[in-house]
């Protein structure tokens, strides 16, 4: 079992930074891969940043450049720090945890707001 903590979200305005934390306990050493995800109101979840063991990582087009995934082994913590942000960047962040042996489970964080104020 793996438990997944957001943290960070909250009001910004446009132009703004803002960093998400998402804390990890449990049985963690073999998280293949990691995500952030995001829930606007009357959309679909979507895949914003994901970063796998080897550290390899990618971005939805809407945000590269802008938002960049990283995370904190020592920590058990991944991070979505996110510039330059944008109204349409409001939505619910998720964070998600992948194992991929000897099946694919995936974890989910509680999910923290963040708002954009234009």
């Known amino acids: 079992q793996v438990q997944l903590v957001e943290s960070g979200g909250g009001l910004v305005q446009a132009g703004g930074s803002r960093r998400l934390s998402c804390a990890a306990s449990?049985?963690?050493?073999?998280?293949?891969?990691w995500g952030w995800y995001r829930q606007a109101p009357g959309k679909q979840r979507e895949l914003v940043a994901a970063?796998?063991?080897?550290?390899?990582?990618n971005y939805a087009d809407s945000v590269k450049g802008r938002f960049t995934i990283s995370r904190d082994n020592a920590k058990n913590t991944v991070y979505l720090q996110m510039n330059s942000l944008k109204p349409e960047d409001t939505a619910v962040y998720y964070c998600?945890?992948?194992?991929?042996?000897?099946?694919?489970?995936?974890?989910w964080g509680q999910g923290t707001q963040v708002t954009v104020s234009s």
């Open positions: 998600n945890a992948v194992f991929l042996w000897p099946m694919k489970v995936e974890y």
């Open positions: 970063i796998t063991r080897g550290d390899s990582t």
């Open positions: 449990g049985s963690i050493y073999r998280i293949d891969a």
